[in-house]
């Protein structure tokens, strides 16, 4: 993976979920996530860096367990004719699924986007 792939993807989470507080961005120690770009990019948008020891895969426990899901539940199932197609329906998978509808027992049963929803009641509840 390219540093400039790691970036637009990162760019696009930023612009679509616009963060206002700090947010730890996780990743392992490739040098797309080492180099100065990378690095230059999270302080501009008030990122910190959080990256995996070498060699220590329970570090990255959570992305691993979701690219298994991804894998298991979707990609498996299916045969892509193109990149684009495979790309559109990873794309479906995680924005219009696992998003919004896949309950998961860590966050009570609810869908990723249900528990954040939980989540800023609470903290506003209590500012």
């Not at 637009?8 to 490739?30: C, E, F, M, T, Y």
């Not at 992305?63 to 199932?77: C, G, T, V």
Request: hydrophobic share 35%.
């Amino acid at each position: 993976m390219t540093t400039d792939l790691a970036l637009q993807a990162l760019l696009a989470a930023v612009w679509r979920r616009k963060p206002k507080d700090k947010v730890i961005i996780h990743s392992d120690q490739g040098s797309q996530y080492t180099g100065g770009e990378w690095q230059s990019f999270l302080g501009k948008h008030n990122q910190i860096a959080s990256m995996s020891r070498r060699g220590n895969c329970h570090d990255n426990a959570v992305a691993e367990s979701f690219f298994q899901l991804l894998k298991r539940e979707r990609i498996r199932r299916r045969t892509y004719l193109t990149r684009d197609a495979a790309r559109r329906d990873v794309f479906e998978y995680i924005e219009m699924f696992y998003n919004l509808a896949r309950k998961h027992t860590n966050n009570g049963m609810l869908s990723p986007v249900d528990y954040e929803i939980k989540q800023q009641k609470i903290n506003e509840a209590g500012d």
